[in-house]
């Protein structure tokens, strides 16, 4: 099965131009590359790192979707994270929150441990797969053009997955905070205001 060896478009940069302009946007990272590199778009306090809990990070951002109604929540998640918990984008397509996107930052290797091939370049359509089920603005992207008239409709209502085709090529480190009771509280602040209580 053919890699990604012809994707060109830049991780980092692909990012980036997500999150320009994102207003108050609540952004769940996964474990690796995805935490990195919006943890380079510039570090948040609405930024919310799972390090460490692979396989969870949709799951975080559908129970925050569902919590918090009124705001856009992007959950910026790797191709290994996501079929890790693949089981997710059925609960989610059955929920259907209008106000979650998840990004899937593809570059078809596992990042963390080495750079093994993974499943996506090897014939695992993860649109296709979030589509069945119940996700029907589904796409791959891979091209800046195709972000490009991807990117105003992140920003509109409407469940959407989208997975972009990155290359594998490195980037610099960008490494944002990692304790996670500071990230907690710092999150819930955000999300809830400074002195308030109960769950973000």
């Not at 060109?8 to 996964?30: E, H, K, P, Q």
């Not at 014939?123 to 089920?133: E, K, S």
């Not at 944002?176 to 002195?195: H, Q, T």
């Amino acid at each position: 099965m053919q890699m990604n060896a012809t994707a060109t478009m830049n991780r980092r940069a692909a990012v980036a131009r997500i999150l320009d302009r994102r207003g108050d946007a609540l952004v769940v990272a996964s474990l690796g590359n995805p935490t990195y590199d919006t943890s380079a778009a510039g570090d948040d306090e609405r930024n919310f790192y799972v390090w460490g809990a692979m396989g969870g990070a949709c799951m975080v951002a559908f129970g925050l979707a569902l919590a918090q109604p009124g705001r856009q929540v992007l959950a910026f998640v790797g191709d290994g994270e996501m079929m890790m918990g693949l089981g997710s984008l059925a609960t989610i397509g059955v929920r259907a929150p209008s106000n979650l996107k998840i990004i899937v930052i593809d570059n078809e290797h596992y990042g963390e441990t080495g750079m093994q091939p993974a499943h996506s370049g090897r014939g695992v359509d993860i649109a296709g797969v979030a589509r069945a089920c119940g996700i029907a603005d589904a796409a791959t992207v891979r091209s800046e053009a195709e972000l490009s008239d991807r990117i105003p409709a992140l920003r509109e209502p409407g469940l959407q997955c989208l997975v972009l085709k990155v290359s594998s090529a490195p980037e610099p480190g960008s490494l944002p905070p990692r304790d996670g009771p500071y990230l907690r509280s710092r999150f819930r602040e955000a999300v809830l205001g400074k002195g308030k209580g109960g769950h973000a």
